[in-house]
């Protein structure tokens, strides 16, 4: 039996969802793969913390975290930061799951700088450090011969890194785009209704996929770290969300939405990053109408699109049907963890 020990910085709703899948697969992995996942750690910025190197257990956690204390939990001396908690907690892999700065990254790229300077192996969600950071930490984690997984940064838990890394070897990617934001998503299809754009919002908040600040996906920052993300894994650019053309979809008015649909258009957030003749990559994100037979002007409420084209397959196209989610997010998580304690150690 190979047992993993986790390291999780982030008890919000990915968080918890997958703590639960732990508990409900933790029999499956164990039968199937010889693989036990022991998380000995949880920190979190407003719930307190907790370590335990004989492993948490994870109902407690959940249980703890919803009476708003993890402390209970704790078991040896007392930490003062994550930084602390970090070096504190015995673990073989950092799940960092804290909350996006699309400016920084931080506080998440010094926790994952972190882990890896502790020759741990670092699975994020967080799509800040990968778009800012990504070269270097790749260098970082590359040196240590430790995994540096991302699988949950863009679509969820949909395998669009793994398709790349794993299905399209030697494939050099040319152009992608799509639609990547499920809030704004959700807001414009709405809005095509006939809502305004504040009463959208306010729908995005009730179902919990909008902040009570909504800035982020309306204005355009959260699609364009996605696109960052993808140009730097993908086409080995080195973009920062602020180099990309963006503009957001506060202007976008109902009777806009409906003025496209009559002419055989709808309006949707795009995202795309294409590699230009001489080797510079452009991105944008943008309101474009997209014609009505395009697969991306289908996707409706929190779905997803992405297409890629490269120089090894004719244009090859993902949607997300089902609403994007925690479960969704953490199984991205999930099945990055899992390569790590199948692999553990990266080929080169």
């Not at 992995?29 to 907790?50: E, L, N, S």
């Not at 398709?163 to 095509?192: C, K």
């Not at 929190?302 to 997300?320: H, K, Q, R, Y």
Request: charged letters at 25%; aromatic letters at 6%.
């Amino acid at each position: 039996m190979t047992t993993l020990r986790v390291a999780l910085i982030g008890f919000g709703a990915v968080g918890r969802a997958w703590a639960r899948m732990l508990v409900d697969r933790r029999e499956r992995h164990r039968k199937d793969w010889g693989i036990d996942i022991q998380v000995t750690g949880i920190y979190t910025a407003r719930h307190g913390h907790a370590i335990n190197p004989k492993g948490i257990h994870l109902q407690d956690a959940i249980r703890a975290y919803s009476a708003g204390d993890l402390s209970d939990l704790h078991c040896g001396l007392p930490v003062e930061d994550a930084h602390e908690w970090l070096d504190a907690c015995p673990a073989d892999v950092l799940v960092e799951l804290s909350i996006l700065n699309p400016q920084t990254g931080q506080p998440a790229l010094d926790y994952i700088r972190h882990a890896l300077r502790k020759n741990m192996h670092v699975v994020t969600a967080n799509k800040g450090p990968i778009a800012l950071a990504y070269r270097e930490l790749r260098e970082m984690a590359r040196q240590r011969q430790r995994w540096l997984l991302f699988e949950a940064t863009v679509m969820d838990g949909v395998p669009i890194f793994s398709l790349v890394r794993w299905g399209m070897p030697d494939a050099r990617i040319r152009r992608f785009y799509g639609i990547l934001n499920s809030t704004t998503n959700l807001i414009l299809t709405r809005m095509e209704l006939g809502k305004t754009l504040e009463e959208a919002v306010r729908e995005a908040q009730a179902i919990g996929i909008a902040e009570a600040d909504p800035s982020n996906d309306i204005d355009g920052w959260d699609a364009a770290v996605k696109v960052c993300v993808l140009a730097n894994v993908w086409m080995d650019a080195e973009l920062r969300p602020d180099q990309i053309e963006r503009e957001g979809i506060r202007s976008v008015r109902p009777e806009d939405l409906r003025a496209a649909l009559d002419s055989g258009k709808r309006i949707k957030l795009v995202c795309e990053a294409e590699r230009l003749e001489d080797g510079r990559v452009q991105a944008s994100v943008k309101p474009r109408p997209v014609p009505l037979y395009d697969p991306m002007a289908q996707t409706k409420d929190t779905e997803a699109f992405i297409c890629v084209e490269s120089d090894a397959l004719t244009p090859l196209a993902i949607m997300e049907r089902a609403g994007a989610g925690p479960v969704n997010t953490a199984y991205g998580v999930l099945a990055d963890v899992l390569q790590i304690a199948r692999t553990p150690v990266p080929p080169e």
